[in-house]
Every structure is written in structure tokens, then in C-alpha cells.
């Protein structure tokens, strides 16, 4: 067999052998016979849109995890209660597992944090101890040793314990679960034997940026194959907070490979210097190097319309909108509103790439979710409606004043008749559509119940389609549809959830756990200006003429990995043990730093343009080294070529 180790920096071209490739051997022979494994479910859907044959078989391209539910369903043992095993959504493990911490509220009292990001903290330190191969049992011990202290941990393990046992009770699988059964299912004789002949050839990009688990897959399927390429990055490492373990993939799978060196781009060296400049080293100027652009403000409102306006300078002077990303490790709302409102009037759109949108803050959702209660005031749960009179003046077309007299015709989850007072008041324009969707609300409570996906379709179809909704609010809502189906799939598992599922469904929305994450891009998209976190930039394989790095001054540029109750360090497969000191925190910001700065300079073509604000949002100086750093490595350097 051949193995071959692709290697080379980011944006250098990597990704466009392996997918050339993948068309030579598909020509030659045929795509069943191939196995192509990737980073995520973004990088597989481009993949699969990109094949471009005279004939195609199946095409076998999936992440790690879409790997092992296809196998754990074809592979799932006929002795067990349930014909097949039921995958949790995301949204719907973190919601078991919050259901676990609730349980243990009191004993969890001591920690400083909502009980939603301790939910999501402890579903991640099963993901994590699963993809590296630490024992369920051992999770617990093991944090408590790292931080020399135990109670809390104790009854994070209790909470784990619970939520496992559950699970496996009604035959539910999350990606932990299914990731610990999968591993264990490589372990058979005949599955392995079978798999090492399946596939002839196999393809896997960001090898580096895959866990422990893949990279014991990618092994198996190696030794069978008659080829192999691996691509490998010389600035990566960007995913160890989620598993990855680049040290030790290249040590498993590099072995009698060959390695072929992609040439680097001219933001080699500039990528090194500032790499090395922040890890310690003496700042060293390059002379080769994107031109350097400084905006700094004394308040962090100001660096906002700063970069608005400089942006929008850019676009009037001719430069292409979707060759400009606005980097920020802040990518907050205000961010957004300000780049949007700027860009509004040149006519030019902006694509936010960033994943910490939550469903419940979209527009259309929040009006899904409140006609639901209203049509539904028996459930009247202890949190109450979520912003009546925006609603309404989304619903009915009116102005905030109106939307607010009108949401106080609201009691026991019902509208009220309005008085005639309040009719001349919000004018009978108003007054008539709250009449209409009050009969409308009227007329559904004499009907069945509907189960809530259903609703959402009704009401969707019934109301919000005439409002109309622009494509961005046919996405959430169409998100939000399915994530409903999926949940109440899932609820048939749980019997003290298959009765209340609309709810449960509800309760899960408004503890924010259901992202607007979409893989649908808008049709705008290659005349948008990008925004996008410094993951999501890297990740996404992005590059652009002009980057703009806002905060430059914030230390959220230095992310720290260890939370309350997770540190991926202490979960991966090279901890020693020890305690974890404030010296490891420093020492892993530092390098998270240096490793997106380096890999953002190494994917900017032109010109990079550093914002930077004196005082945060909170009226708190800032005084992180990155503008500083990028000032002594980058201030002299000659524009690039583009």
C-alpha cells in the first residue's frame, strides 16, 4: 500500500489536491471503493457539491461522528430492547443532562454559573473523555485531582452517572455515547476484519484536527487500503478544546507514509515571527507581510463605528465586499448591528459566520413561541411570555407603542377583549388584526391539540407567511420546525416525556441550548462582507485580500480552555497527571493565541487592518499585548502582491 502525508500551511492549496485526488481515483476506479473523512458537516456538504463526474457511485464522505452512527446502525445487536438506537440532537442531550444538574441544584450551589452553561460543560467532558479514551468512571476523579479539590467534581460525576443511566435506559444514544460504543464495536474480530477490506483508498483532511478516536479509524481503514492521503497543517492545533489531538496524530499515522511538502505562501514568515513573538521570543520585523493598519479608539463604541466606516470606505473604493472579513473574538450583537446598519446603506450584505446565535433571539421564533403559550395557556410556565409587544408588532405590523398598549390585554396566558378606549387609542387598523388573531387563538382551542411541530407548520403557514419573511427568517423557522420533529422523535424514548413534549420542547427553546446554527449560506453570500470568529474563520478554510482584527487590545484574543467543571487538557491522552496551576492556564492562553494569530496572518492576502479600543464595553481598560506585538513584527513589512 501507499501512504502519503500531505503537509503544508493553511491556505496553501492542500485541500484542493486531496479533492483532485479524489477525482483521479474516482475516474480510474469508482467513488464505492473510496472513504473520505473530514472536519465537519460544512466541509462534507462543499465536498459532496464539488464532485463533479461523468458518474458517480455512492459517495462515501462523512465527519467522524456521521461515520459512526451510519456503522452503529448497521452494527446494532440484535439482542438489544430497541431495533435501533435513537441519536440525540445536540440541543436535546444538553437538555437531558441540564434536567440532571437541576436534580442536583443544591449540591452544585458553590459554583458561580448558570446551570445551562454547567448542562453544556458536563456533556463536554463525556464528549471529550470518550473521543480520548478515558473511562466514564474515571472523569470525575480525574478533574478533581487536576484542581486538588473534589466536592464539586463528585457530583458532577453523580450527574453524569444519572444522565448516562438514563440514556442507556430508553436506548438513547448522544455523540459520547455513541462514540464509547463505537470503539468498542472496533474491538470485534470479524467488524474489524471486514473493515480493513472495505475501502481501497482513503482520503482524511485536518488529520490534525481530529480526535484520538478518528485518528483509531483512520488506522484501521489504512492498513486495509491500497492508498491513503493524509493532510496534515504546519499552523494548526485549533480544535483541542474539542478533542483533537495533533501531536498525537501524527505520531500514530505518520509512520512509513511519505510526506510531500505543499510550498508555504508568502505569509510564512510573518505568521512565524508573530507566533514566536508571543509565545516569548523577541519580536523580529519581517519585511514580507501584509500591510499593517492601525484603528485605535479610546472606547470600545467608537472602535465599533470605526471599523464600520473603514469598512464601508473599502467597499466605495472599489474592493470586492466578500474579499473583506471582520475577525473578532468578540463577534457580540452590537458588532453585528453596527457593521449591518453601516453596510445597509451601500447596499452591501454581511454574512455572519459566528455560532453563538441562539434561536430564541431570532425575530420569527419568538413569535412562534409566544402564539404557542397563547394557544396553549394550560401549560403557563413559571417564565412567562417571551416579549410580548415584539411580537405583536412583528405579527401584526405596528409600531412599538401600539405593540405595547395591546400586550397588556394579556392575562392567564389569554388576550382579553379590548375596551373601546384602548381601540381608539391604537387606531382600528390595530384593533382589528388583534381581534382576528384573538378568533384565530378562539377558534384553535376548540380543536385537538396539535403536537407543537405541527403548530409551528399551522401557524407558519396561517400567519407568518403573509408577513412575508425574508429567507434569513425561513431559515431559523424552518430550523426550529425540525428541531421540534426531532425532539418529540426522541421524547417517544423518554416516558415522562412523550406526554408533555410541546412543554419540554418550549422549556429546552427558552433555556437557549437550540443554535441558530444552519449550513445554508444566504444567497448574498459572494457579495457579503464576512464576520466571523477567529475559529469559525479558520475552520470554515476562509481567506481574504483584507482582514479586520477588532479588540487587538482585549485579552479575548488569549481564550482560556478550563472552565468550572472542564479542562480538555486534563481529559486528553497526555495528561500525566498533577494538578492543573494558573502557570497551565497562562501557558495554554498563550499558545491559543499564538496559534490563531499566526494562522489568521497566514490566511490574509493584502492587508490587515488592527482595531483596537483603550476601554472595553464594560469601562474596563484593556491592555492585551496583541496590538503591540503585531506593531514590532508587522510595521515595517512591504504589501503583498494581489
Not at 464505492?32 to 472536519?39: A, C, F, G, K, S
Not at 453596510?343 to 455572519?352: F, K
Request: glycine share 8%; proline share 5%.
Amino acid at each position: 500500500m501507499s501512504k502519503t502525508m500531505l503537509v503544508g500551511m493553511g491556505g496553501s492549496g492542500r485541500t484542493t489536491r486531496l479533492r483532485q485526488r479524489y477525482r483521479q481515483l474516482a475516474l480510474e476506479h469508482s467513488t464505492d471503493n473510496i472513504l473520505v473523512l473530514l472536519r465537519n458537516a460544512k466541509d462534507v456538504r462543499d465536498w459532496r457539491e464539488e464532485v463533479d463526474l461523468p458518474w458517480a457511485g455512492p459517495l462515501h464522505v462523512y465527519t467522524y461522528f456521521g461515520w459512526v452512527q451510519r456503522e452503529l446502525r448497521h452494527h446494532w445487536p440484535y439482542g438489544s430492547r430497541w431495533l435501533e438506537p435513537e441519536f440525540l440532537t445536540v440541543e436535546t442531550g444538553q437538555f437531558t443532562m441540564l434536567e440532571q444538574v437541576r436534580r442536583l441544584e443544591e449540591a452544585f450551589a458553590g459554583i458561580v454559573t448558570s446551570q445551562e452553561r454547567l448542562a453544556i460543560q458536563l456533556g463536554s467532558c463525556l464528549v471529550l473523555a470518550a473521543l480520548n479514551g478515558v473511562k466514564r468512571k474515571d472523569i470525575g476523579p480525574r478533574l478533581a485531582s487536576a484542581a486538588g479539590a473534589g466536592a464539586e467534581f463528585d457530583v458532577a460525576q453523580k450527574a453524569l452517572d444519572g444522565y448516562v443511566r438514563r440514556l442507556e435506559k430508553h436506548g438513547a444514544m448522544d455523540y459520547a455515547l455513541a462514540v464509547y460504543a463505537y470503539r468498542k464495536l472496533l474491538k470485534n474480530r470479524e467488524y474489524k476484519k471486514q473493515l480493513a477490506s472495505r475501502f481501497n483508498h482513503l482520503l482524511v483532511d485536518d488529520a490534525d484536527e481530529l480526535p484520538p478516536a478518528a485518528h483509531e479509524l483512520i488506522e484501521l481503514v489504512a492498513k486495509g487500503a491500497d492508498s491513503s492521503v493524509m493532510v496534515f497543517s504546519t499552523d494548526g492545533g485549533h480544535s483541542t478544546f474539542f478533542g483533537a489531538d495533533p501531536r498525537g496524530g501524527w505520531q500514530r499515522l505518520s509512520d512509513g507514509g511519505q510526506l510531500e511538502l505543499v510550498p508555504a505562501g508568502v505569509g510564512a514568515g510573518a505568521g512565524a515571527a508573530l507566533y514566536g513573538a508571543i509565545l516569548g521570543g523577541n519580536p523580529r520585523p519581517v519585511k514580507q507581510g501584509p500591510e499593517l493598519e492601525f484603528l485605535e479608539q479610546d472606547l470600545r463604541s467608537q472602535m465599533l463605528d470605526a471599523v464600520a466606516d473603514r469598512v464601508a470606505g473599502l467597499v466605495s473604493e472599489g474592493m470586492e465586499a466578500n474579499e473583506i472579513a471582520v475577525v473578532s473574538p468578540l463577534a457580540d450583537r452590537v458588532l453585528e448591528h453596527v457593521l449591518e446598519h453601516r453596510l445597509q446603506q451601500l447596499d452591501v450584505p454581511l454574512y455572519n459566520l459566528t455560532k453563538n446565535k441562539r434561536l430564541i433571539d431570532q425575530p420569527f421564533v419568538r413569535v412562534l413561541m409566544t402564539l404557542t403559550l397563547l394557544a396553549h395557556p394550560h401549560w403557563q410556565p413559571e417564565w412567562g411570555l417571551p416579549d410580548l409587544a415584539q411580537s405583536l408588532q412583528l405579527l401584526l405590523k405596528i409600531d412599538h407603542v401600539r405593540a405595547w398598549l395591546l400586550s397588556r390585554q394579556v392575562k392567564d396566558f389569554r388576550l382579553l377583549p379590548l375596551e373601546p378606549w384602548l381601540r381608539e387609542r391604537v387606531g382600528f387598523k390595530a384593533a382589528a388584526d388583534f381581534d382576528l388573531l384573538r378568533q384565530w387563538l378562539d377558534n384553535y382551542s376548540e380543536q385537538e391539540e396539535l403536537p407543537v411541530d405541527a403548530f409551528f407548520q399551522r401557524v407558519f403557514g396561517e400567519l407568518l407567511s403573509q408577513l412575508p419573511p425574508s429567507r434569513d427568517d425561513l431559515v431559523v423557522c424552518r430550523q426550529l420546525m425540525v428541531s421540534a420533529q426531532k425532539f418529540i422523535r426522541t421524547a417517544g424514548r423518554f416516558p415522562d416525556l412523550a406526554d408533555e413534549t410541546g412543554p419540554a420542547f418550549l422549556r429546552m427553546l427558552a433555556s437557549g441550548t437550540v443554535a441558530a446554527d444552519s449550513l445554508l449560506e444566504p444567497e448574498s453570500r459572494e457579495r457579503a462582507v464576512m464576520l466571523a470568529t477567529p475559529y469559525s474563520y479558520i475552520s470554515g478554510h476562509h481567506h481574504s485580500k483584507v482582514q479586520v482584527w477588532t479588540d487587538c487590545t482585549s485579552m479575548r484574543w488569549f481564550q482560556q480552555d478550563s472552565r468550572e467543571l472542564l479542562n480538555p487538557h486534563v481529559l486528553s491522552p497526555h495528561w500525566t497527571g498533577g494538578q492543573w496551576t494558573d502557570e497551565h492556564n497562562l501557558a495554554a492562553s498563550t499558545l491559543n493565541g499564538a496559534r490563531t494569530a499566526r494562522a489568521l496572518i497566514r490566511r490574509c492576502r493584502g492587508r490587515l487592518i488592527a482595531a483596537a479600543a483603550n476601554v472595553d464595553s464594560h469601562g474596563y481598560e484593556q491592555n492585551g499585548p496583541l496590538q503591540g506585538l503585531l506593531y514590532d513584527v508587522l510595521a515595517g513589512s512591504e504589501r503583498y502582491e494581489v
